[in-house]
């Protein structure tokens, strides 16, 4: 095999389904980081060496460092190509988290070219018609209950912190998302909730790795989508039904944020540009939501167990 095609394929990440190729110092493990536990709780499905002869828009020149530090970023060089040149010590929870989001951060940029959305602060569920629930929700607002709520009675927990989505066909689909669950220990006492964990942060938050848990293709249609804001105290669930110019507000929200460095990362986000087609891409996707979630898209009010209930046991 000719020796730049054998380097094409060890040098790529594929997350969420977009490729991007790297460059630079790598042989001291810089790539293996993204597939720590810690990067794969933000990163959807990191697989390396998948192999960039299938295509990729991004390429990042990485060299050894302590601090991470972007030294260079041009977008869409040739109406294509973003291009960065970084200096990052490799991966690691507490020590180098920088690298996990700024990739993150360009694979979303990537991904938005080609119309698949990295949706932030988000968790995706299939139910019993094997249909996904959408979970949108800023930090601390029941994401992770409502995952670890449905894993524990045996539904298909799609996605855990960011999740992928594309129109095909005409739908709404999930096609990646995160698959490590990390939840408060509290929360499983309150809902009595017995399930099984494989690890501990530092700071006593238990891990669940359901990449390890489920060996199912991440592919379902989007039957509805609920902004939540739930908490242990609250009452019974209160469903708002979302209409008109808010849709697109929310949508634009969780959809765009990762691109435009509203998920923070040291020494501070990259602010990404929209390209001609980012902008053809984003408005497609959220005029198809307003067009076809108005009564599919809720805010939801109320304490975990009622919400989960609502949304996976009613007829």
């Given at each position: 095999?000719?020796?730049e095609?054998?380097?094409m ?6 997350v969420g389904?977009v490729?991007i ?6 042989q001291?493990?810089f ?6 536990t810690f990067?794969r709780?933000?990163?959807p499905e990191p697989?390396l060496n ?5 295509g990729y828009?991004s390429i990042v020149?990485r ?6 530090k972007v030294l260079?970023?041009k977008?869409d060089?040739d109406?294509?190509?973003d291009?960065f ?7 690691q929870?507490y020590l180098n988290?920088?690298p ?6 360009v694979?979303?940029?990537?991904g ?5 959305f990295f ?5 995706a569920?299939v139910d019993?018609n094997?249909?996904a ?5 800023y ?5 992770s209950t409502?995952a670890l709520?449905a894993?524990s ?6 996605s855990t912190?960011?999740?992928v989505?594309e ?7 999930v096609?990646g998302g995160?698959k490590v669950l990390?939840?408060?220990p ?13 690890e501990e942060t530092?700071?006593g938050?238990?891990?669940v790795d359901?990449?390890?848990a489920?060996?199912k293709?991440?592919?379902?249609e ?6 939540l804001?739930?908490?242990?105290g ?5 469903l708002v ?5 808010k849709?697109t507000?929310i ?6 944020a990762l691109?435009k ?6 020494p ?9 087609n ?5 408005r ?8 076809n979630?108005e009564?599919?898209?809720f805010?939801v009010?109320g304490?975990h167990?009622s919400?989960?209930n609502?949304?996976?046991f009613?007829?």
């Amino acid at each position: 095999m000719d020796k730049e095609v054998v380097r094409m394929l060890q040098n790529c990440v594929l997350v969420g389904g977009v490729n991007i190729r790297f460059e630079g110092e790598l042989q001291d493990g810089f790539l293996q980081g993204f597939q720590h536990t810690f990067s794969r709780r933000y990163l959807p499905e990191p697989i390396l060496n998948e192999g960039c002869l299938s295509g990729y828009n991004s390429i990042v020149e990485r060299y050894r460092g302590i601090e991470f530090k972007v030294l260079e970023s041009k977008y869409d060089v040739d109406g294509v190509l973003d291009y960065f040149k970084v200096v990052s010590d490799i991966p690691q929870p507490y020590l180098n988290e920088s690298p996990v989001f700024f990739l993150l951060q360009v694979a979303a940029r990537g991904g938005a070219k080609i119309g698949r959305f990295f949706l932030t602060d988000s968790v995706a569920v299939v139910d019993s018609n094997g249909e996904a629930i959408l979970f949108l929700g800023y930090p601390h607002t029941g994401k992770s209950t409502i995952a670890l709520m449905a894993y524990s009675k045996g539904f298909e927990v799609l996605s855990t912190e960011n999740t992928v989505v594309e129109l095909r066909e005409g739908k709404l689909h999930v096609v990646g998302g995160t698959k490590v669950l990390v939840y408060d220990p509290w929360v499983a006492r309150v809902y009595n909730i017995k399930e099984t964990f494989s690890e501990e942060t530092k700071h006593g938050y238990r891990v669940v790795d359901l990449a390890k848990a489920t060996s199912k293709a991440v592919d379902a249609e989007v039957r509805s989508i609920a902004v939540l804001h739930s908490a242990v105290g609250c009452g019974n669930a209160s469903l708002v039904p979302v209409k008109g110019r808010k849709i697109t507000k929310i949508l634009w929200y969780f959809t765009t944020a990762l691109i435009k460095g509203v998920d923070f990362y040291e020494p501070n986000p990259l602010d990404m540009p929209f390209s001609t087609n980012i902008e053809a891409n984003l408005r497609t996707f959220l005029s198809y939501i307003v067009k076809n979630y108005e009564g599919k898209i809720f805010e939801v009010f109320g304490n975990h167990n009622s919400i989960f209930n609502e949304f996976f046991f009613k007829k």
